[in-house]
């Protein structure tokens, strides 16, 4: 053991004093060990000595030796060693210093031995920074290689062999590690090339610049660095191993690897300190001390030469230092003391592994490696390192070497700390280039220009070729041009283009270039690099035009007709001719002019260049009317190009004439040759006068224009004449309002395009005549009390309304009438007076004597009025009676019958309390009381009497006692007893009730002495006549009872409104409209058994057009009640006789205009055997329409009629409907009387509307105006064909349309008079008591005599279908009407006419000629069966197509089907003419369906279905339909405010017409097939800006689903891929789930429908109480025609029977179509019995041939012994037959002449081939019973000897041949019973005409008929087509309507003919 000098000394110190007696001062040490790092804090502590005296003295202590520099210093007292200065562990890696302790006289020293522990505070450098290195482009070989070594260095001692290398740059950023081109060794720094580099763009670079990044810090130690690091000591040392004390054994330092890849997991164990110390990783076991990370050993792989290079990528270089200092700087030491992070006074691991500067340090780093490995609980390294240290400061020994270093190697561990220096240089990398790439052109085709014509060596192109070789290595990258491919000169053969090699400079080689002969050349110019790399490109060399071609004109003449200038104005210059010249040259410009006077009209036209056509036109006046105009026009015009010369340069000019011929139009109305006249007639003048002749002229057409007239105002009473006459059509009346002076306005309109009008006023001045009578001045009512002395009443005076100055005046005579009764004689008296009333006469009315008001409450006076002319009148004056109480009351009783209306909410009136008291105005006298308490259903007015039923008063009889007290007869408690008999009035009595209106009487009078009981009186009289009229087993009940009201009165009498029902079962009332009917129709035996005269209730016409589509959102009323079904809402009516009283609601009539539909059946019946489910919908049986299940059309036979509800009473009034027929003349709707009923002559004739055919036009007759009206279309529909009908009644006048106006439209006008006509009229009156008669009369025919009519209707009934009939819109079913006979539901002729049906959702359209059949929207494909696929038009897209399809003239329909969340506009449906000058727009405006039809210049049309938005997101089907500016929109069923019609011809007057079409152009637009239908999308712009009304911008951000589109009837494909489809369609349509965030609360549950969340029960369920229960919906009897309902949970189940299908049992079966194989079975059992019947054949034949041979040999044994005995030929004879039978097996059936002539033949040939005698035929034939047909072609024996084919038509003949089998003299059996009536079955299948065996084939009529053995059989003729059988109740003549046709089933028909 070797000591330093100062431990000598100091051991000889503590000698030399114990050897004195013992050290007085003694240090607990002999030596203290420390360690510091160098970034120590100033004043850090070091450690503490302790030194203890012997005899208790303080010691204190001092530094006397090794503080070099003053680094540290120690307390005196404490002996704490603190840090004086700053360390450096680069400058001194340790201090040892000499501690001096001294005390009471003693002292002693120590050593302390202070080691600087190394920190990373110096960055790294590189030794050798910007390195540069050179490769070879595209050099592969040798790689992987080390191109260049980056080296750096680290004064830190760790970081000498622990910098970690890292790059970046070109070659690495954005390659994965597999593809970069560079790695680096992250250990030695070398960079390494993995793949040859590319010099040339685009991908290589001629420069790469990597960069390499050094970092220090990361204490990285793998097996070279450590090899390196020992090696490097032992060259410093001369040792290679660590001694550690003296006894111990040399041991070589183990090798550990720490990983440098900060990035991913290393071999071995990462040792991490936690709070609870240090924990281990995962453990991976090492080979040989060896260990590598993946990309170490892949690279090993690659790099054999150097097997310990460890190459790191990029994804290996990068170090989180944040990482790592979490990882090594934030831990807790073991014994659960706070960790403290480095720098904060506890080393840190790395600064502890940092202290190993020496061999000793570091094995003892390395020996708390190997005790780390041994498991868990092992002390930390500081720990550690304190023991050894201990150990080396003198302390008691460790364990041993081996057992410390026995874990060695086994693992990885890594080191750091928290401070990270990095440096970072660039390698350039330069390549060097190689000559790899051609040249190349940037273009491959390049355009050049030259001039034509021009001279040689022009430049025509420059061309340049891109080399991207560098151009500074040699000749690489130099470019050399040359032309590969040139043109040549046709003429001479020379080049025509020469190219300089250099510049690429393309010139011309030769002159003259004509661009009108070549107009572009194309030539290849090739590009050569210095290393004879070639690339080429195309030259297209354009000839640019120069002016040396003269114009010409297309024509030399020109001529044109044009239409002559509207009116007088300017001309519109439009462009009348356009004139186009031809010109070889290209870039001129052209310039038109019309020549100076160069002919006739030269003047009135212009001429302007418009690109090169020149376009005439108008510039003054052209008048057609001008004669010098009408000769026409002619003119020269001129062109030129602007050559150099201009118009002068006659080479560039040419010249044409022009003839211009003018067109008249109607641009002049007529003119009247007196525009006002005045004229004076007398009143009294006789209808037909003619009053003045007003002609009319119109200048167009040569003044052969027509002129229609019409006369306007002059109170209705003229009429006009087609020459201009002007008489008087009715009579006049001066004193009418504004009767003196009237005004006429003679309306003179042309017949041209557009009508024009001229107007002429005459003005009428009546004359008076002593015409009207005078009549009482007010007042005419008189009071005078009763039993008074006579008395004077009044004084009445009377006036005139006729011109009193010509004696039509005064004075007045007045005197009491002699019709005036006895009594009232008697009782008053008149007394005249001349003078009263300023001499124009009156009289004094006065009473004789006392009147008796008990003996007659009033008086009627009948006083006789004279004028001076002695025309008199006579009126009636009222003298009242007033009562006086002079009669004192007796008790009495009464009866009270309360008809109580069901849920009144109101209380009842029930009259006044009954006592016997003759007086009747001693109200006040009298006082009511009860006797006993009051009753809590009824309340008395004590003052008045009158009595009043509670609201919850019930159903049956009240008794109530009441008194009444009479004061001034002192009258006490008089008994007056009440009994309320009380009925409750179900809803459909009130909703069946009819009104029956009697006259003259009072509704007192009328039910007076009647009771329901017992009857009597005049109201029982008239139950008695409606229950005969009704039926005798009808109950009629009485409803309401009340007096006509003021309003409808038309004379003094009274009348009375008796409503009644009719209850036909317990359950069912009789229609409303029946019982009108039948009481309408009945009147005369009414009227005979009431004694009373039954009214008709007239209504004049209300004006609503400027409320056409007003909203009711609670709902209309029924259409079909006469009462209103509101009950609660009806007020009651006493009726009241004093003993009785009859109290029922006041009911009024259902006027109901424009009747909107309920959305659901709780409160509309469901019609046709519908039933209602839940009261929310109907469940329709097949064959209805709508939510009501309505039938919509009906057949009628010629005998059958149906009534419907009345016509409304409100104007405008639309009618329409669709008609289909055969018959010219017919009878198809009527509305008038039924029965004839007195009328007075001066009566306005009974109104009436009838629309009849006529010579098969529709005409439409209307009565009870000012003036019949009778209008005609000029349109013959009784052609089997379906036509609509419109009628269209207004206040103005009334117009009649045929089929829209869409149908014979010609394209030059509009003159709509084919297929519309309308008139004028004023005061008209409708009739709406009447019921709407359809098909016909049910009864006699009305007369016009009776009725006041100009014409009756015919009273031919209607042989045809009616279909679609509607009141204002509203649609009326047909299939259950109010009363009808005969007839049948829907149309069956034309059902008939779709053999097979049409499916379930499938219908029969398109008359009878062209019959086919259209599926219900949503279905498609045969039979209707498939639904249709939707689709979803997403936001801001569209979807264009152009549709295989041809519109009709001006026709166009559309329909789709949609579905959307959102009030919106958004356009579904768009169809662009093809010059997109006009569009059909189906589109949604807020929501809201509309259609329009408009165009550039103009504002079209439009409808919509204004009700509701179409927003709830379920399907909805829009249908729109245009005709000839007319437009019809229909959503789902198109009932009531579901349909909408916007038609132009329509307008009821002929003004209203004309100011409709002022607006449109004169064209209608005409869709083609080669329009565009588009859905979704926009308008252009230019059609949009002259709509009337504004279009709304469609939402971006609205969605719709589609379905089901069809234009015309095609269907459009809905396929994502068409073409011009911007995004398109999205296939299906979804929406997405809305229960998503939704919760409901239990039970009920979120169902999302189609993006709306709603909470409930789910379908089929509802909540009871607090579950959700199963509602049992068969209590609805949803399944019809008697199928039976199971309930199921939830919903329901129908089992039908077997004549009906369908969900709800509601489609009768159609013939189903049979299965597939159906038909192939049918032909195998046909086979098979075939195949029975050839083997019997086959067995007869055999026994035949048996029975023949042997008769033979007889025969030939009979002629041996009688004959030549020749035995061969006998034998030979016997086959003969055999013979004979195959050869006419081969031939068809003939008769029996025929065969038996063959069967001599055949004997013949026989016996010539046999050359042998013959038997005797005929008498073999009578032997052996020879059958006399052959079998038919397709019996199987003529397959087995002929192999010919068979026809289907022959198995007819076949088996007739079979069945006529037969000898002479028997019969054979049949073979097969029945056959043929087997085949005539499956003949008749509807597969027969699709199957080839059963199909005939046609006669073949090249066939000779005496062809003999070859002859085919004669082929069936065909039979006529059948003729489906006449329905029992049609009359339909369908061989009127149907062409001759095929028969749908010809194999049938050839049967049958074969057969």
Request: proline share 7%; hydrophobic share 35%.
């Amino acid at each position: 053991m070797s000591l330093t000098p100062a431990e000598n000394a100091s051991i000889l110190a503590t000698r030399l004093v114990s050897e004195s007696g013992g050290p007085l001062v003694e240090f607990s040490k002999p030596r203290y060990c420390a360690v510091l790092s160098e970034d120590s804090q100033l004043a850090s502590t070091v450690l503490a000595v302790s030194a203890t005296h012997s005899r208790g003295a303080e010691v204190r202590y001092s530094i006397t030796g090794g503080n070099r520099d003053g680094l540290f210093t120690i307390d005196q007292h404490s002996g704490i060693i603190t840090l004086a200065a700053a360390l450096d562990h680069e400058t001194h890696t340790s201090h040892e210093l000499v501690v001096w302790g001294e005390g009471g006289g003693g002292g002693a020293t120590t050593l302390v031995q202070v080691r600087v522990a190394d920190v990373n505070d110096n960055p790294p450098y590189f030794l050798h920074p910007r390195p540069e290195v050179t490769v070879v482009e595209e050099d592969h070989r040798h790689l992987p290689t080390t191109i260049a070594t980056v080296v750096a260095e680290d004064r830190d001692f760790m970081d000498h062999h622990g910098l970690l290398y890292t790059v970046r740059g070109d070659g690495v950023d954005g390659y994965a590690p597999g593809d970069a081109f560079f790695t680096i060794n992250s250990l030695t720094g070398e960079l390494i090339q993995l793949r040859a580099l590319d010099r040339d763009p685009l991908q290589g670079k001629a420069v790469w610049k990597v960069r390499v990044q050094v970092r220090d810090g990361q204490a990285l130690w793998s097996r070279q660095a450590m090899q390196r690091y020992l090696a490097n000591k032992a060259k410093a040392t001369n040792a290679t191993t660590i001694h550690h004390n003296a006894g111990r054994q040399r041991r070589t330092v183990r090798e550990f690897v720490f990983s440098a890849n900060s990035g991913r997991k290393s071999n071995g164990v990462y040792g991490i300190r936690k709070r609870c110390g240090w924990t281990k990783r995962k453990h991976v076991s090492l080979t040989k001390n060896e260990t590598y990370t993946e990309s170490e050993r892949q690279h090993n792989k690659l790099t054999s030469k150097s097997p310990d290079r460890v190459l790191h990528g990029q994804a290996i270089a990068s170090v989180d230092t944040e990482a790592a200092q979490l990882e090594y700087g934030a831990e807790a030491n073991p014994r659960g003391g706070r960790g403290r992070r480095s720098g904060e006074g506890e080393r840190s691991f790395r600064e502890w592994v940092e202290d190993a500067q020496d061999e000793e340090k570091t094995k003892n780093f390395m020996r708390w490696v190997a005790a780390n490995q041994d498991g868990e609980g092992v002390k930390d390294f500081r720990e550690w390192a304190e023991d050894e240290q201990r150990d080396m400061c003198g302390g008691n020994a460790t364990e041993p070497e081996d057992e410390r270093l026995a874990g060695a190697g086994r693992g990885l561990h890594g080191l750091g700390g928290s401070l990270v220096h990095v440096a970072e240089t660039e390698v350039t990398i330069r390549v060097k280039d190689v000559n790899d790439n051609p040249p190349v052109f940037p273009n491959t085709t390049m355009f050049g220009l030259v001039q034509e014509n021009g001279p040689i060596d022009l430049s025509v192109v420059v061309v340049a070729a891109w080399d991207a070789d560098d151009d500074s290595e040699g000749s690489n990258a130099k470019v050399t041009y040359g032309i590969e491919q040139n043109a040549v000169h046709e003429g001479t053969g020379e080049a025509i283009f020469s190219i300089h090699p250099e510049t690429g400079l393309v010139r011309t080689a030769v002159c003259c270039l004509d661009r009108e002969t070549t107009t572009q050349y194309h030539i290849q110019v090739v590009a050569t690099d210095g290393g004879g790399l070639q690339g080429t490109g195309v030259v297209v060399v354009r000839l640019i035009d120069v002016n040396d071609n003269a114009p010409q004109l297309e024509q030399k003449l020109w001529e044109v007709e044009v239409d002559e200038t509207w009116g007088d104005g300017p001309p519109d210059n439009f462009t009348i001719l356009s004139i186009s010249v031809l010109d070889p040259d290209t870039s001129n410009y052209f310039y038109y002019r019309v020549v100076h006077g160069s002919g006739w009209g030269w003047q009135h036209f212009g001429v302007r260049s418009v690109g090169a056509v020149g376009h005439i036109y108008a510039c003054q006046t052209l008048d057609y009317e001008d004669e010098a105009h009408r000769r026409g026009f002619r003119f020269m015009v001129q062109v030129t190009d602007r050559g150099r010369g201009g118009w002068e340069d006659a080479r560039h000019v040419d010249s044409a004439w022009v003839v211009v011929w003018l067109r008249d139009i109607n641009d002049n109305p007529p003119q009247f040759q007196r525009r006002d006249v005045h004229i004076t007639i007398s009143e009294d003048a006789a209808p037909g006068t003619v009053l003045a002749n007003l002609p009319a002229r119109d200048p167009d057409n040569d003044g052969h224009q027509e002129v229609e007239y019409h006369v306007v105002g002059g109170w209705g009473a003229f009429t006009v004449d087609t020459t201009g006459g002007v008489s008087l059509r009715s009579a006049l009346d001066r004193e009418a309002p504004d009767g003196a002076v009237g005004v006429a306005r003679i309306l003179g309109v042309d017949r041209g395009h557009p009508p024009l009008t001229a107007t002429a006023t005459l003005t009428i001045t009546l004359t008076d005549v002593n015409d009207t009578p005078p009549h009482l001045l007010p007042p005419t009512l008189f009071h005078v009390t009763e039993d008074v002395a006579p008395t004077r009443l009044g004084v009445l005076t009377a006036t005139d309304e006729d011109v009193w100055a010509l004696g039509h005046g005064p004075p007045f005579t007045l005197s009491l009438a002699p019709t005036n009764p006895r009594h009232v004689c008697h009782r008053v008296a008149l007394d005249f007076d001349p003078h009263l009333d300023s001499g124009r006469g009156g009289a004094v009315l006065r009473t004789v004597t006392p009147v008796d008001r008990e003996e007659f409450p009033q008086l009627p006076v009948a006083v006789l009025v004279t004028d001076a002319g002695g025309v008199s009148a006579t009126h009636i004056v009222t003298v009242v009676i007033d009562d006086v109480n002079d009669n004192p009351m007796k008790p009495g009783t009464k009866t009270v019958y309360l008809w109580k209306p069901m849920g009144g909410a109101a209380e009842a009136p029930l009259g006044r309390v009954f006592v016997e008291d003759p007086d009747d105005w001693d109200l006040n006298d009298k006082t009511f009381s009860w006797i006993g308490s009051p009753h809590p259903l009824f309340s008395l007015n004590t003052h008045t009497g009158d009595l009043l039923a509670s609201s919850q008063v019930r159903e049956g009889r009240y008794e109530l006692r009441l008194a009444v007290s009479d004061e001034l007869w002192s009258q006490k408690d008089v008994g007056a007893n009440v009994t309320v008999v009380v009925r409750v009035l179900p809803p459909d009595a009130l909703a069946h009730a009819a009104p029956l209106t009697l006259t003259p009487t009072t509704p007192e009078a009328l039910t007076r002495g009647w009771t329901p009981q017992h009857g009597g009186g005049g109201l029982s009289r008239v139950l008695e006549g409606v229950q005969q009229v009704a039926g005798v087993e009808e109950v009629v009940e009485i409803v309401s009872v009340e007096g006509r009201p003021a309003h409808h009165s038309q004379d003094a009498a009274p009348a009375v409104v008796v409503w009644l029902c009719v209850r036909e079962t317990s359950a069912r009332y009789m229609d409303p409209i029946k019982l009108q009917g039948l009481l309408l129709l009945h009147a005369k035996q009414l009227q005979a058994s009431t004694n009373l005269t039954v009214v008709l209730e007239t209504t004049t016409a209300v004006d609503t057009s400027d409320n056409q589509h007003p909203r009711h959102p609670e709902g209309p009323l029924d259409p079909s009640s006469a009462a209103s079904r509101a009950s609660t809402s009806l007020s009651l009516q006493v009726v009241d006789t004093n003993s009785t009283a009859l109290v029922t609601p006041r009911l009024t009539r259902a006027h109901s205009c424009l009747v909107r539909h309920h959305h659901t059946c709780a409160n509309t019946p469901c019609l046709n055997g519908g039933r209602c489910i839940h009261g929310d919908r109907c469940v329709c049986p097949g064959g209805s329409w709508g939510p009501q299940c309505k039938i919509l059309s009906r057949t009628f036979s010629g005998k059958d009629w149906a009534w419907v509800r009345p016509l409304p009473p409100c104007l405008p009034l639309t009618i329409s409907l669709r008609v289909l027929t055969s018959r010219p003349h017919a009878l198809v709707l009527y509305s008038g009387p039924l029965a004839p009923l007195p009328r007075q002559s001066h009566h306005p004739p009974t109104p009436m509307l009838a629309l009849q055919l006529r010579r098969g036009r529709p005409q439409v007759m209307v009565e009870g105006g000012a003036k019949p009206v009778v209008l005609e279309v000029p349109t013959v529909v009784s052609d089997c064909e379906w036509h609509t009908l419109h009628i269209r009644l207004s206040t103005q006048g009334m117009a009649v349309v045929v089929d829209l106006c869409g149908r014979g439209l010609q394209n030059s006008s509009l003159d709509d008079s084919h297929c519309a006509a309308r008139t004028s009229w004023r005061d008209l009156r409708l009739l709406d008591t009447w019921p709407l008669q359809v098909g016909g009369l049910a009864h006699d025919p009305p007369s016009s005599a009776d009725h006041g009519w100009k014409y009756a209707p015919t009273p031919r009934p209607l042989v045809g279908c009616i279909s679609h009939l509607r009141l204002n819109g509203q649609l009326v079913d047909l299939g259950e009407p109010a009363y009808s006979k005969g007839g049948i539901s829907g149309c069956q002729p034309q059902e008939e006419m779709c053999k097979g049906g049409c499916g379930h959702r499938g219908q029969c359209v398109g008359g009878l000629h062209q019959p086919q059949c259209v599926c219900d929207p949503g279905w498609t494909g045969p039979g209707c069966t498939t639904s249709t696929l939707p689709a979803t038009l997403v936001s801001a897209s569209y979807f264009k197509v152009v549709p295989s399809l041809t519109p009709g003239s001006h026709i166009l329909t559309a329909q789709l089907r949609f579905r959307i969340r959102d009030s919106s506009s958004i356009i579904l449906l768009s169809l662009l003419t093809r010059h997109q000058d006009a569009v059909f727009l189906l589109h949604l405006q807020a929501g809201i369906a509309c259609v329009r039809v408009f165009g550039e210049g103009w504002a079209g049309n439009s409808a919509c279905a204004e009700s509701q938005p179409l927003d709830d997101g379920e399907w909805h089907v829009v249908t729109a339909e245009y005709h000839r500016y007319s437009l019809v929109i229909a959503v789902d069923d198109g009932d009531g405010w579901r349909h909408n019609e916007s038609l132009v011809s329509l307008a009821a007057s002929e003004e209203d017409h004309l100011r409709t079409l002022v607006h449109l152009p004169s064209v209608p637009p005409l869709f083609d097939d080669s329009d565009t239908v588009m859905l979704g999308g926009e308008v252009p712009g230019y059609l949009r800006q002259n709509l009337a009304e504004p279009l709304d911008d469609p939402d971006d951000n609205v969605s719709v689903c589609v379905d089901d589109v069809r234009v015309c009837g095609h269907a459009v494909p809905l396929l994502p891929t068409t073409n011009d489809s911007r995004w398109g369609l999205e296939s299906g349509c979804s929406a997405p789930d809305a229960c998503l965030g939704t919760t409901c609360l239990p039970p009920l549950t979120c169902i999302s429908t189609w993006g709306v969340a709603t909470c409930s029960c789910g379908p089929g369920r509802q909540v009871a109480g607090h579950d959700c229960r199963d509602v049992d919906e068969c209590q609805w009897q949803p399944c019809l025609h008697g199928g039976s309902c199971h309930n199921l949970q939830p919903g329901y189940q129908c089992v039908c029977g077997p004549t009906h299908t369908g969900d709800h049992c509601q489609w009768t079966h159609i013939a189903t179509v049979p299965h597939p194989l159906t038909v192939a079975l049918v032909i195998a059992a046909v086979t098979l019995s075939i195949l029975i019947i050839v083997v019997a054949g086959v067995f007869i034949s055999v026994k035949l041939r048996h029975q023949w041979f042997t008769l033979g040999q007889r025969g030939d044994h009979k002629e041996t012994q009688e004959g030549t005995g020749q035995e061969g030929n006998t034998i030979l004879q016997g086959d003969e037959p055999h013979y004979t039978l195959i050869k006419q097996l081969r031939l068809s059936p003939t008769t029996n002449r025929q065969y038996q002539g063959k069967m001599q033949t055949s004997k013949n040939d026989s016996e010539v081939e046999g050359n042998s005698e013959a038997p005797d035929v005929a008498g073999v034939e009578g032997r052996a019973s020879w059958p006399k047909p052959l079998p038919a072609k397709d019996d199987l024996r003529a397959y087995a000897y002929e192999g010919d084919g068979s026809s289907a038509d022959s198995l007819s003949s076949a088996l007739s041949g079979v069945r006529e089998e037969t000898l002479e003299g028997e019969s054979i059996m049949h073979v097969m019973p029945g056959f043929l009536e087997v085949m005539d079955l499956l003949r008749h299948l509807p597969e027969a005409v699709r199957s080839p065996l059963l199909r005939p084939k046609p006669p073949d009529l090249k066939q000779d008929p005496g062809a003999g053995e070859t002859q085919k059989g004669p082929s069936p003729t065909p039979a006529p087509a059948p003729v489906p059988p006449e329905s029992s109740t049609t009359a339909l003549s369908r061989e009127d309507c149907r062409p001759p046709s095929p028969s749908p089933h010809p194999a049938a028909h050839n049967l049958t003919t074969g057969s």
